[in-house]
């Protein structure tokens, strides 16, 4: 079994930062991709920045993704943060098990909340 654990979510005023972590764990032989999705009350879920996918264009010049391969962990750094931001955060990977078959999991999700 595979699993993702996300962390770093919170309450931040507009304005603010917060970086968000996520740690895959269990028996895989890679992952090929990993991702930060959101979800808003009421809306759906919505791809917010993928290493191999890229970024929203809501996401573009304030957030940045990247990847620690050596520790299976991505991170989302989540600068001038604004309202609109406000959503449950999930991440997403692609893992190859050492049957050689692709599966898509998610983690279990972080809420940012962005209030003053």
């Known amino acids: 079994q595979v699993q993702l654990v996300e962390s770093g979510g919170g309450l931040v005023q507009p304005g603010g930062s917060l970086r968000l972590s996520c740690a895959a764990s269990?028996?895989?032989?890679?992952?090929?991709?990993m991702a930060w999705h959101r979800q808003a009350p009421g809306k759906q879920r919505e791809l917010v920045a993928g290493?191999?996918?890229g970024y929203a264009d809501s996401a573009k010049g304030r957030f940045t993704i990247s990847r620690d391969n050596a520790k299976n962990m991505v991170y989302l750094q989540m600068n001038s943060l604004k309202p609109e931001d406000t959503a449950v955060y999930y991440c997403?990977?692609?893992?190859?098990?050492?049957?050689?078959?692709?599966?898509?999991?998610w983690g279990q999700g972080t809420q940012v909340t962005v209030s003053s």
């Open positions: 997403n990977a692609k893992v190859v098990r050492y049957s050689g078959v692709l599966f898509n999991y």
């Open positions: 290493i191999t996918s």
């Open positions: 269990g028996s895989f032989l890679r992952i090929d991709d």
